[in-house]
């Protein structure tokens, strides 16, 4: 069954230090990875895609890695402000280019304190 | 450009009634999508629109009917509200399911179904 599964469920940090959060999938065939942020009571907005041949891709202070081999991806969020605080999705696209199909995980609830 | 919008914000039912979620974009996309989001569990598809006139079924189309009558509009209709349905629904649009193409999310519905 195509899953994706994300640790830690939730994590609390201090404003300014850096965290990483975890995704791993079992989705196959596999098309690309999104990671999204929901703030509390929002939609959710995307922060970076991937595809199988990325390993690395940036968005400011978010920087996502892909291992398409092991099937993990994380996202590692640098110098944490208070405005991070949010769940954190990871988006698994199923089947070739073209497919309607996403996986979603069930997030990570980030809590940034000042 | 107000991107995708919904209404309404929130709404409480009682078992047994009928409502419809109304969901609006101004980007000209042709794919359209309504979600449903539960406690402990990653964004689920009830059904999609692949352009004006057509819609499909998704992982969990039951209790709900949609219609895409009009390419901005994707509305979402409960016939006889249960408490299952208690959920927060996310309308999505996108401009096609190519690959690498992000999905737009509204804001989300808050629905209580006592």
């Known amino acids: 069954k195509n899953q994706v599964e994300q640790s830690p469920q939730s994590l609390i940090i201090l404003e300014g230090k850096n965290c990483t959060l975890q995704?791993?999938?079992?989705?196959?065939?596999?098309?690309?990875l999104r990671w999204y942020k929901q703030d509390t009571g929002r939609g959710p907005v995307s922060l970076t895609i991937?595809?199988?041949?990325?390993n690395t891709k940036s968005n400011g202070r978010y920087t996502a890695t892909l291992d398409a081999d092991t099937k993990q991806s994380s996202l590692h969020i640098t110098a944490s402000q208070l405005s991070d605080s949010a769940s954190y999705i990871c988006?698994?696209?199923?089947?070739?280019?073209?497919?309607?199909?996403?996986?979603f995980g069930t997030g990570t609830r980030l809590k940034v304190l000042a | 450009n107000a991107g995708v919008t919904q209404t309404p914000k929130f709404r409480v039912l009682k078992t047994g009634q009928s409502m419809t979620l109304l969901c609006a974009q101004d980007?000209?996309?042709?794919?359209m999508y309504w979600y449903r989001q539960d406690p402990g569990m990653g964004l689920r598809l009830i059904h999609y629109?692949?352009?004006?006139?057509?819609?499909a079924k998704g992982e969990v189309p039951d209790g709900y009917n949609v219609s895409r009558l009009k390419k901005q509009n994707f509305l979402l209709g409960l016939e006889s509200a249960a408490p299952s349905q208690t959920s927060v629904y996310f309308c999505?649009?996108?401009?096609?399911?190519?690959?690498?193409?992000?999905?737009?999310f509204g804001p989300g519905t808050r629905l209580t179904v006592l």
């Open positions: 999505a649009s996108s401009p096609s399911l190519a690959g690498g193409l992000r999905r737009f």
């Open positions: 995704c791993n999938y079992t989705v196959s065939p596999f098309s690309n």
């Open positions: 991937m595809t199988f041949s990325e």
């Open positions: 988006v698994v696209s199923e089947g070739p280019s073209g497919t309607y199909k996403y996986i």
């Open positions: 980007m000209n996309h042709e794919y």
């Open positions: 629109s692949v352009g004006e006139g057509t819609t």
